[in-house]
């Protein structure tokens, strides 16, 4: 038997409904007294503005969190209620699911049982601000279950706990971290034996079939599109009109994301316009008050470490370190599933160290995943913090916390300031960094990391030079290119320098003398330049010409040299000329063809593609050039006839193929994927009803810009619109809104709230 121990014990025992028992226990017990719903309805006021967006002017934060659970079971149910359901471990309980669909909702209860016990235990040690916002949270979303029992299926039921809401603030090791190291461990193993042909098998390990929860459920996981996350800028009052700091983020996520544009006003704690993520009390990343504001952009920090110990072979289960034999502790969690009219129970083993869970057992050596935020539960209350927060100082403060354990923040003030930070809870290594593909094998326990590096030692820089910072999710050594932080100032196992078209894009756009207003910056953002046209379609032309092209192709090149490389919805010559990159890069390497039209990205090596690959000496304007003029026209006369028998024709407005789709509203939208260098960045996937046309499933989706005056003025659009209900007004209100580019005004003031006006209730009233 290859593995030394499988440690997933199944047992199944079947027993009528009516007998079933939770295996949460009794939470609210341990919950102090709540409010009575009916005294909390009367303690907040929702007024509803154009395209949906809700204000809550509340009393206290219990009614502030109260009306939010209430908003957002009005605009997304079901949504919410499964999230907070699973967050406690009870999805299998409650869904009659059958094989592998149920076995994964095991694994996935089992390990959202961990999180819920780590949030009971952690729930006294939140301050009571953040206690009575998620509470109140709880409760709203409970009340409209109450009043609405009509719109929901059976299992959606008003049973939640504050437990259930904060166990979504719970930080648990990186599935994405767990799975790449179980690939090289396989690959490893593999070239050893020498028992199969090499090749890519990510998401083919065997190891993850047969050991660990740990790594089933990495297994499971999915990569995430190339394009998720952000652009952000950040302008200092030298660089505005108005001589007032500017802000402007953009995340690029799926369109199910769940962002849920709201504000929220209680006195004597905050004012805040922000996005609050469905099924979240306090999930900010991005929003502002009355002073200040901010936005997190994706930054990827190697946070994880493999360690391996030697297993004790005398004692089954104990592990050799410091000189010990150590004991492996052992968690047992029983999860509930329906099975047809009865209910049946299965048991998951979760092995665990001090320093991590264990996540693989082979080869007389016991493997666990040291995370730097396994546990963290104060990620909400960090955030609490940074809403309240009404200076730099203050919001400095909150950051000092270091819950949120990754993400760029960016941030701007009306005192002038802007500031940004690669934020990290990075580990002080005594090594070098595995990398998520290497264990290091350790016989004492300081051997391994234990704290980290201090948050001032950081990548950040101050209201820098040239008074602008902006990030798209590359490296923080390009943030602003007056003030370059060096590669060689920071460790080793930071980030090597990289800055992709789109970054370039963005710095192209902004790296200059010139002053923007608001409005200025709100057209900026919307750029539809695809910058990978500029780099390489003259190459491209050239080619072509090559080859003395006649009839089609001919009149294709002469689209190519008419085209303004754009991606605008009117514009023609965009659509072949990705068909055109994605057929080049994809036969870069070795018969490699992309299979779908829009796996848009090289991952063939770039000397392969460029004449000139990315270079850090000349960062911006690198890489440019085709490296294979042959493959190059080769490519484009395939495009050509792909073209048409994938579009319909190949000379086509982008607009034509390119479809922005919610429920009956289909327009043609402009954008595209970073890696051709857009900054307004869509991806795209099979459109549901054409097969001659694609339809956006991601990428930019909720926008805001706003300048901190004596008053903010501010800007925004949410592509997908406040609501996933079709029967709701706000279902795909703001779609056009997107398409065309443009963006509404933020009502911040009770004034412009009250101009904007077209709803106001209490939340819960009867």
């Given at each position: ?56 002017n509340a009393e206290n934060l219990e009614a502030a969190g109260f009306a939010l659970g209430f908003l957002q079971m009005e605009d997304h149910g079901d ?312 200076n730099l100082d203050e919001w400095k403060e909150a950051m000092h916390m270091r819950a949120r354990v990754s993400s760029n923040l960016t941030y701007a ?93 963005s710095l192209e756009l902004i790296d200059n003398d010139e002053k923007f207003s608001l409005e200025d910056i709100v057209e900026l953002k919307h750029s ?239």
């Amino acid at each position: 038997m290859r593995y030394l121990l499988t440690i997933i014990i199944i047992s199944l025992s079947l027993f009528s409904c009516g007998a079933t028992s939770s295996s949460s226990g009794d939470p609210d017990e341990q919950i102090e007294t709540q409010t009575d719903p009916d005294d909390l309805s009367q303690q907040v006021v929702i007024r509803r503005t154009e395209f949906g967006v809700p204000h809550m002017n509340a009393e206290n934060l219990e009614a502030a969190g109260f009306a939010l659970g209430f908003l957002q079971m009005e605009d997304h149910g079901d949504r919410v209620a499964e999230l907070l359901l699973k967050s406690r471990g009870e999805w299998a309980k409650y869904n009659n699911l059958t094989g592998s669909e149920r076995s994964s909702a095991i694994d996935s209860d089992a390990s959202n049982r961990l999180d819920y016990k780590r949030a009971v235990e952690t729930w006294p040690a939140l301050e009571k601000d953040t206690r009575d916002f998620i509470s109140g949270f709880a409760q709203g979303v409970n009340r409209y279950i109450e009043m609405h029992p009509d719109e929901f299926d059976d299992w959606v039921k008003p049973h939640y706990t504050a437990y259930d809401v904060h166990a979504r603030n719970i930080v648990s090791p990186s599935s994405g971290s767990i799975r790449r190291f179980l690939s090289a461990f396989e690959r490893q193993r593999e070239r050893e034996d020498n028992e199969v042909a090499m090749g890519d098998r990510l998401n083919e390990i065997s190891l993850l079939e047969d050991q660990t929860v740990w790594a089933r459920l990495a297994a499971k996981s999915e990569e995430p599109h190339p394009d998720v996350g952000s652009n952000v800028w950040a302008f200092a009052p030298e660089r505005t009109t108005s001589g007032n700091a500017i802000l402007m983020r953009n995340p690029h996520l799926s369109w199910d994301a769940g962002y849920y544009e709201a504000q929220v006003k209680v006195p004597g704690k905050f004012n805040f316009y922000g996005d609050f993520r469905i099924g979240q009390a306090v999930g900010i990343i991005g929003g502002f008050n009355e002073k200040l504001g901010w936005s997190t952009t994706n930054n990827s920090p190697d946070l994880d470490e493999i360690y391996s110990f030697t297993a004790d072979p005398e004692r089954p289960d104990h592990y050799l370190l410091d000189g010990a034999s150590v004991p492996l502790q052992k968690e047992t969690v029983s999860v509930e599933f329906k099975y047809g009219e009865a209910t049946g129970t299965e048991t998951r083993e979760f092995w665990s160290t001090p320093y991590g869970p264990v996540i693989l057992r082979e080869d007389g050596k016991v493997y666990v995943i040291k995370s730097a935020g396994d546990g963290e539960f104060r990620t909400g209350e960090q955030f609490f913090k940074m809403m309240k927060a009404q200076n730099l100082d203050e919001w400095k403060e909150a950051m000092h916390m270091r819950a949120r354990v990754s993400s760029n923040l960016t941030y701007a003030d009306a005192d002038g300031n802007i500031f940004y930070v690669w934020n990290a809870s990075m580990p002080e290594r005594p090594h070098e960094a595995g990398g998520d593909t290497t264990a290091f094998h350790v016989t004492s326990s300081d051997e391994m990391w234990h704290d980290f590096t201090d948050w001032e030692m950081l990548p950040q820089l101050e209201n820098p030079e040239g008074g602008y910072l902006r990030n798209e999710n590359d490296t923080f050594h390009f943030t602003n290119m007056n003030e370059i932080l060096r590669p060689e100032d920071y460790p080793s196992f930071y980030p090597e320098p990289q800055l992709r078209l789109r970054s370039q894009h963005s710095l192209e756009l902004i790296d200059n003398d010139e002053k923007f207003s608001l409005e200025d910056i709100v057209e900026l953002k919307h750029s539809e330049r695809m910058l990978m046209a500029d780099r390489v379609k003259a190459n491209l032309i050239t080619a072509v010409e090559q080859t003395e092209p006649e009839g089609e192709i001919a009149e294709a090149l002469q689209l190519m040299r008419e085209w303004d490389n754009t991606v605008a919805r009117d514009s023609r010559g965009g659509v072949l000329f990705k068909t055109w990159w994605n057929r080049y890069s994809a036969t870069a390497d070795s018969q490699r063809v992309q299979s779908s039209p829009e796996s848009v990205g090289y991952s063939a090596t770039p000397e392969k593609l460029f004449t000139q690959p990315w270079s850090y000496d000349d960062p911006v304007k690198t890489p440019y050039g085709l490296a294979d003029f042959e493959r190059a026209a080769e490519s484009f006369e395939w495009a050509v006839e792909e073209a048409k028998d994938r579009y319909g024709h190949w000379n086509l407005p982008w607009g034509e193929v390119h479809r922005a789709v919610i429920g009956e509203l289909d327009l043609p939208v402009g954008g595209c994927t970073g890696l051709l260098g857009c900054y307004r960045v869509i991806w795209f996937t099979d459109h549901e009803e054409d097969d001659q046309k694609l339809q956006v499933r991601g990428g930019d989706g909720w926008v805001f810009a706003v300048e901190f005056g004596e008053i903010p003025r501010a800007y925004t659009v949410l592509a997908y619109g406040q609501s996933i209900k079709e029967d709701s007004p706000h279902f795909n209100d703001q779609l056009l809104i997107f398409t065309n580019n443009e963006m509404t005004p933020v009502a911040f003031t009770d004034e412009d709230v009250e101009k904007q006006l077209i709803r106001e209730y209490r939340p819960g009233v009867k």
